[in-house]
């Protein structure tokens, strides 16, 4: 009797673990395959770093930002700064994390979906965000972060029970950020708003959309863009491993920023520049 007990137990069991995993997999199917390694495709030629929110067009003056009388003075002060030797209104420039937009403009990107919570991964001080698609609303209070508070939710527009788009509204932000290298600034109150809309390339999948509209005061309207990123198409791509700290010679103490020299010695970057306050520290008399 105990045999047939235990044969008949475990017959239920692979039964019951059979339709939890016919159920994962037909929950899994909903979901479009945004599977492996994603970069920022850019049109090639524009005069500027790699790092630029609207990846058509040249960085800073040239991304043709709408920004505010008084945040267009920010960025040609973070310019005219930056020929003289400083960092600007850039604060990545010395390793902070560039948060929201700009974590999207640049490195290796990887999605891992679930049904509550979409990942994407980075490499570099902005290691990954989260977008919750539980049906969650938005917190009383939100813990401000460089990347923000994301919240999306799946669209299937076809009717065909499969989802084609991911639309998401971030919020909840620290600073300082800025867009790109020239400092193209965000405003300094941190309270930006992203509204994304993911969806992969109708005629090529290979192709990943993400359309960002930035609602934020430094702007006299919303601005809107299309970033697109492109799959790797090796199943086993490498994943390469980024420190911004290693080799970066930018020192920043108080309110100025001086070089650090290849023999390790702190050393201006300015023109008569004066060395930092070194009152914590015993003068050598000579």
Not at 77 to 89: K, L, R, T, V
Not at 227 to 246: D, F, G, I, S
Request: hydrophobic content about 35%; charged content about 20%; overall charge negative.
């Amino acid at each position: 009797m105990w045999y047939r007990g235990s044969i008949a137990a475990l017959a239920a069991a692979a039964a019951l673990n059979a339709a939890i995993d016919g159920a994962q997999a037909a929950d899994e199917a909903k979901y479009p395959d945004w599977s492996g390694q994603w970069t920022v495709i850019l049109t090639p030629g524009l005069a500027g770093q790699r790092v630029k929110f609207d990846p058509t067009k040249p960085w800073g003056p040239g991304q043709g930002a709408p920004l505010t009388a008084e945040y267009q003075k920010v960025l040609e002060e973070s310019m005219a700064d930056q020929a003289n030797g400083g960092i600007g209104n850039y604060p990545s420039a010395t390793c902070r994390a560039g948060g929201m937009p700009r974590m999207m403009s640049v490195g290796q990107f990887e999605y891992v979906v679930t049904p509550e919570t979409t990942y994407v991964l980075l490499g570099g001080e902005d290691h990954y965000r989260r977008i919750f698609t539980d049906g969650r609303d938005w917190p009383t209070a939100i813990e401000p972060t460089y990347q923000g508070y994301s919240i999306g939710k799946w669209i299937d527009e076809d009717g065909d029970g499969r989802y084609d788009a991911l639309e998401v509204e971030t919020r909840g932000f620290k600073g300082p950020r800025a867009y790109d290298g020239t400092g193209l600034p965000l405003a300094f109150d941190n309270q930006s708003i992203f509204k994304e809309r993911f969806y992969l390339d109708k005629a090529n999948p290979g192709i990943l959309h993400d359309i960002i509209t930035v609602i934020d005061h430094a702007l006299t309207r919303p601005w809107t863009v299309d970033k697109t990123y492109r799959r790797n198409p090796n199943p086993h791509p490498n994943w390469t491993e980024y420190y911004c700290a290693v080799g970066n010679n930018q020192v920043v103490i108080g309110k100025d920023n001086y070089f650090l020299s290849a023999d390790g010695l702190l050393m201006p970057a300015r023109k008569d520049q004066p060395p930092p306050d070194l009152r914590y520290f015993k003068q050598t008399q000579k």
